[in-house]
């Protein structure tokens, strides 16, 4: 069945300030213990999971048919905090169907989204409010708060039927990690990188 047909116009409200959505069709909330082996500073990550498995960020989404032709929304809530000197971040992802883009908007807070393609070429731009973020197809793309106290609130859409690819991410990390030297955030080499 075309499950198109199902469909019909919708709008949602966005809450900046509290980093909400009306009437979310999914809550995501990634904890502590779903990013194992993410962060560079393992003995860190131990200690700060043996005292308690803290949220990182969460996701709302509108669900529509994933399908060609449609978009996904929804918005993404990075929490503000540390693992050593890397700050809480998304996992990251390639889309599934690799030529597939994506548009962030962020509405609130301070962050990067650190991306790369298989080409061998990355990138790390800047988010702050009002900023429109275009990542292309073949980018792998990952969000960062950087700042202390503040959450790292976007929207963002995408065609519904790309699909995601967590599983490259997990194995070989990205290329450049943003760590916190002393206040300021570096973007430096990813050590563990593979
Ligand atoms: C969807 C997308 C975002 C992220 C969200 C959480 O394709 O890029 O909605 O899903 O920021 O990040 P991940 O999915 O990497 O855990
Ligand atoms: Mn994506």
């Known amino acids: 069945m075309d499950t198109r047909k199902k469909i019909r ?9 509290n980093g909400k959505i009306s009437n979310p069709d999914t809550h995501i909330v990634r904890k502590l213990s779903s990013m194992k082996g993410q962060y560079s500073d393992e003995k860190s990550f131990n200690e700060m999971l043996d005292k308690k498995d803290c949220i990182l960020y969460e996701v ?5 048919p ?3 032709g449609e978009l996904l929304q929804g918005m993404s809530i990075v929490h503000p905090g540390k693992v050593g000197k890397e ?3 998304t996992k990251g992802h390639f889309h599934s169907i690799l030529d597939t883009a994506e548009l962030y908007y962020c509405v609130k807070g301070h962050g990067y989204m650190v ?5 061998g070429d ?3 731009e800047e988010l702050i409010p009002n900023i429109v973020l275009y990542v292309p197809g073949r980018w792998a793309h ?5 700042n202390n106290t503040e959450d790292l609130v976007t929207i963002f859409t995408y065609p519904a039927n790309a699909g995601h690819d967590y599983a490259s991410i997990e194995t070989k990390g990205f290329r450049k990690l943003v760590v916190d030297n002393n206040g300021t955030p570096e973007i430096i080499d990813n050590p563990g990188w593979k």
Not at 9 to 17: A, S
Not at 60 to 64: A, I, P
Not at 115 to 119: D, G, I, L, Q, S
């Open 115 to 119: 991306m790369e393609n298989p080409e």
């Open 9 to 17: 116009p919708f709008t949602f409200k966005v809450d900046f300030q």
């Open 66 to 68: 994933e399908i060609e």
């Open 142 to 146: 990952r969000s960062i708060n950087i």
């Open 87 to 89: 700050y809480f971040m």
């Open 60 to 64: 709302y989404e509108k669900l529509v």
């Open 122 to 124: 990355w990138s790390v």
